[in-house]
């Protein structure tokens, strides 16, 4: 009865990721359907599910992670705040081609609770009663305790023990104590599962197989570029009024255990302000994180997060944490990640728990020209009066276009710049002024500038390019940036009329008294 109506009705359930989908199908004619959102939150699909019924006649909801994080129990559906919450019971087997069935009146698999009943027998039995206690649990467990104490041990003893402990232990003692109790649980559970159960709790939180950390990001981090050099991957730091270039990484092609070929589609997640990139290996792509060692800040380290469903050259993070990369190779598609500051990396390409998107689909399909690299913007390009999200590359002197807002609501256009050009823009950057406006570099790799997008108009379809600056001849780069860093370029020297608290982007037309 999700619905408050006092009767049970029907309905169909699935998760998604961190979703839940609940349709009602009562007498497969009155239908209606929800979507909730799960917590804690996910990045798995769940590729089998089941359903056991208790003694009380009540399902019980059970999901497979398919990356191997755990089987949960889907509890605490609320239909009125679209919000559920996902329980761990178990492990899960790392998989993506796989489907769960069961018998649906067979009882709950998972081992009953620790609550002890109210009134026990006076002496263990080997077999349940067959009448209830004088004061059953609200919910019967699964199997009889033999004597329960006052705060169960996580297995049943033998026989009864004559003073309990204070709190349940991790594993049964072999025999019962007699007043000394066990040591109290853990401070705190770790704060999200491990990949394989430990042998017994601990007190912190494990620590990642690798852990590649974050970048300094402060308002006055400069732009980036990663660039190709020989046996690998530099990248520089970028002045953009000399357009003088500075080593800052280098990311040889060997730094993984295992080595990569190509790198591009990088950005600096503003989640975990830690660098992610598409990098193939053996001809497979992957989304990798990469920074310093947290164990040794002086070594750098490349992470594999997932399997990619596609190579990339344009992708970029978003102000809300989202990976977006484009895939160009025959249709157009748009392939969205969610919550990666949440998945284990790993060296190895061959790692048993490595996340495996490699058969996503993809979020949005557009047709439009091919771009180097996309960047993203928070804008009001509709006249809608509220701002919303895009994507936005540059090629040659077409721009493309596209809306995502809440991830969902998709639509695209492609725009003519002016000046024309007949370069490819293989690295942009997003900066955010002041009053929180962003404002869109591109660097064309034929060197003839950088080039700020100014003046999209999506009723006439046209857009200006204003070189600000130098650019490096490369055609093999990728920009990123930490996306709340101020505005690289200086304000011009013109004062405004009335003095600004602070210097304009733009010169005022004449000087002030």
Known sequence: DLEGTSSKQDYLVGVGYSKVLVIRYSNNTDHDHWVLTSSPTSNSAFGAAWNHRDANGDDHLYFSANTGIGIFELVDMDLGTLTANMVQLGASY??????????????????????PTEAPSDAPTSEPSSSPTESPTESPTASPTSAPTESPTASPSSSPTESPTESPTASPSSSPTESSPSSSPTESPTESPTASPSSAPTAAPTIPPTHATAFPCNHTSPPLQVIGISGGYAVKTLDVITGTYTDYWLLPFGLPVSPYT??????????????????????????????????????????????????????????????????QANSKRLYTFENIHQLIGYPDTGAALLADHS????????????????VPLRADLEGTSSKQDYLVGVGYSKVLVIRYSNNTDHDHWVLTSSPTSNSAFGAAWNHRDANGDDHLYFSANTGIGIFELVDMDLGTLTANMVQLGAS?????????????????????HAPTEAPSDAPTSEPSSSPTE
């Open 94 to 115: 790392v998989t993506n081609n796989n489907d769960g069935m069961n018998c649906l009146f067979s009882g709950v698999p998972f081992p009953p609770t620790h609550a």
């Open 262 to 327: 190509k790198l591009n589609a990088v950005g600096i997640n503003p989640a975990d302000s830690t660098a992610y990139g598409v990098a193939r290996s053996s001809g497979q792509p992957y989304l990798v994180r990469f920074g310093p060692d947290a164990n040794d800040p002086s070594d750098l380290r490349m992470e594999y997060v997932l399997k990619s469903p596609a190579w990339s050259y344009a992708g970029t993070s978003d102000t809300h944490g989202y990976f977006h990369i484009l895939d």
């Open 359 to 374: 058969e996503m689909m993809p979020s949005y399909t557009y047709s439009g020209p091919s771009v180097a690299d996309i």
């Open 472 to 492: 490096y001849v490369t055609n093999n780069n990728d920009g990123m940036n930490c996306l709340f860093s101020g505005v690289p370029f200086p304000p011009t």
